[in-house]
């Protein structure tokens, strides 16, 4: 198991930038694949981006060309660079490690993910 804190979330006009980070304890941290998603106030959770243990990258289509995910696997961290924010960007983003198999492929799917952190929140200003 996986332990994750996110951190890095705030408040932002538009057109600005957040780096958003996930700390993860535990063993084999660069065996995972790992995703950040997010839930806005009375949607669904959804998927942002996910990186497999060799760095494959997927992106959900709004975020493309603005967010960019990357692992440091020897400092067991997550990160998303956020660019260009919109208002629409604004919700809990949340950190997760992979557990279904194979847990080091990317999948987009919430349920192949089976450890999460606390959530941090991204409010971004029109």
């Known amino acids: 198991q996986v332990q994750l804190v996110e951190s890095g979330g705030g408040l932002v006009q538009a057109g600005g930038s957040l780096r958003l980070s996930c700390a993860a304890s535990g063993r084999f941290f660069n065996n995972y694949a790992m995703g950040w998603f997010r839930q806005a106030p009375g949607k669904e959770r959804e998927f942002v981006a996910g990186i497999s243990w060799v760095s494959t990258i997927y992106y959900e289509d709004s975020v493309k060309g603005r967010f960019t995910i990357s692992r440091d696997n020897a400092k067991n961290t997550l990160y998303l660079q956020m660019d260009s924010l919109k208002p629409e960007d604004t919700a809990v983003y949340y950190c997760?490690?992979?557990?279904?198999?194979?847990?080091?492929?990317?999948?987009?799917?919430?349920?192949?993910?089976?450890?999460w952190g606390q959530g941090t929140q991204v409010t971004v200003s029109s």
């Open positions: 997760a490690a992979k557990s279904a198999y194979p847990m080091g492929a990317v999948t987009t799917k919430t349920a192949d993910f089976g450890s």
